[in-house]
T-cell receptor, first 115, second 114 residues
Framework: GENVEQHPSTLSVQEGDSAVIKCTYSDSASNYFPWYKQELGKRPQLIIDIRSNVGEKKDQRIAVTLNKTAKHFSLHITETQPEDSAVYFCAAPPGNANSGYALNFGKGTSLLVTP | DGGITQSPKYLFRKEGQNVTLSCEQNLNHDAMYWYRQDPGQGLRLIYYSQIVNDFQKGDIAEGYSVSREKKESFPLTVTSAQKNPTAFYLC?????????????FGQGTRLTVV
């Protein structure tokens, strides 16, 4: 099955700096890569996703890059703000639909943005 | 609020008891999932269902059971065979026509064994 690894497990940045979180995956047939943000005690919510036909996608201060050859994708947050503090998860589904559509998640990155 | 509802929010269980966690969605999604979340472990898949009356084991199915009698509902039973059930449980749903789809999460149930 799909194996997703995520680094770092914790990240502390000063307000205004950039934050980068990286993930690798094992199934070369995977073609959808979402990022979820989970605030303390709340549900994970999708913040951005990328499909394998593009290499980069941006949404205001958030961007995701994908390198299919190397099987890794990254989340970039620029001009970080204290409200960006949360746990971020990357995920990937199995490449074969016969294995179901369940996302496999990384172990998460706890991001702390200090004023 | 998201269209997927879990209940209860908090649940306490005595050792040796079975408990059932509820998950209901009104998004008309075919696929539903149960994940377990422990600190530092990410989200681990317990069971998933791609269609009514069908479900498959995930990575950590031992000690859990599910049913999918209705499209809207996917309850999870934590049985007494689950050795360490204290965790945060998340239910999710998605369109099942392709793997390129967003999963929507419920607000979670925090289960504590007392």
């Amino acid at each position: 099955g799909e194996n997703v690894e995520q680094h770092p497990s914790t990240l502390s940045v000063q307000e205004g700096d950039s934050a980068v979180i990286k993930c690798t995956y094992s199934d070369s047939a995977s073609n959808y890569f979402p990022w979820y943000k989970q605030e303390l005690g709340k549900r994970p919510q999708l913040i951005i996703d990328i499909r394998s036909n593009v290499g980069e996608k941006k949404d205001q201060r958030i961007a995701v890059t994908l390198n299919k050859t190397a099987k890794h994708f990254s989340l970039h947050i620029t001009e970080t703000q204290p409200e960006d503090s949360a746990v971020y998860f990357c995920a990937a589904p199995p490449g074969n639909a016969n294995s179901g559509y369940a996302l496999n998640f990384g172990k998460g990155t706890s991001l702390l943005v200090t004023p | 609020d998201g269209g997927i509802t879990q209940s209860p929010k908090y649940l306490f269980r005595k050792e040796g008891q079975n408990v059932t966690l509820s998950c209901e969605q009104n998004l008309n999604h075919d696929a539903m999932y149960w994940y377990r979340q422990d600190p530092g472990q990410g989200l681990r898949l317990i069971y998933y269902s791609q269609i009514v009356n069908d479900f498959q084991k995930g990575d950590i199915a031992e000690g859990y059971s599910v049913s999918r009698e209705k499209k809207e509902s996917f309850p999870l039973t934590v049985t007494s065979a689950q050795k360490n059930p204290t965790a945060f449980y998340l239910c999710a749903s998605s369109i099942a026509t392709t793997v390129n789809t967003e999963a929507f999460f419920g607000q979670g149930t925090r289960l504590t064994v007392v």
